[in-house]
């Protein structure tokens, strides 16, 4: 089997702003996936009462023993946020999904959409913009946030945080250095 590649931060762009242009769900759901480490079972699950946009704060219930966070909401995302809650139906998820009930198509339930959905906008996406197949899943925007904070010299403990590991060591995977660099970092350090 092949581990899943993470994207370049422009692929991330370009798949979000493809779907901003075809969905203001869609790229609801992949901008708040791209800027949280969000796994598909975390967006569905996600409740509108969950967003808090005066205090531009996002609370995210992790799954998989992670630890949850409340983390800060970037402009563009209180911006899309807004369109999103002003637009869409009245419901306590952020994201319902429309499912017949057993009767007429006026008598609908609505409920949380299903990660498999979820999979689905993300394919659709990746690829519509070219995104080879090793990173065509939703979990590809976890290890691509992670590894471009990790390549940009975010600090272990504030990624850990981040992504709400629980053990340091499923963050340490994202900092993988060649011995030059460390005997750089060390010269730096010592002298």
Known sequence: MK???PMKREQVNKMVDAALKASLRDGCV????????????????????EINLKDQRIFIRRKKG??????????NE???LSKWLADKPSHVLLFPSNKLNGGSSDDREQNELSPVQIYRIFRRYAE??????????PHA?????AQHCADNKMDIKTLQILMGHKDINSTAQYYSRTQAEVDAEKAKLLS
């Open 30 to 49: 992949l901008l708040l996936a791209a800027g949280h480490a969000m796994r598909a079972s975390e967006i569905a699950g996600l409740k509108t009462s």
């Open 66 to 75: 992670s630890i949850s966070t409340s983390e800060a909401l970037l402009p």
């Open 128 to 137: 519509l913009t070219g995104v080879p197949d090793i990173s065509r899943a």
């Open 78 to 80: 209180v911006e899309v």
């Open 141 to 145: 925007f976890r290890h691509s946030l």
């Open 3 to 5: 581990r899943m590649h």
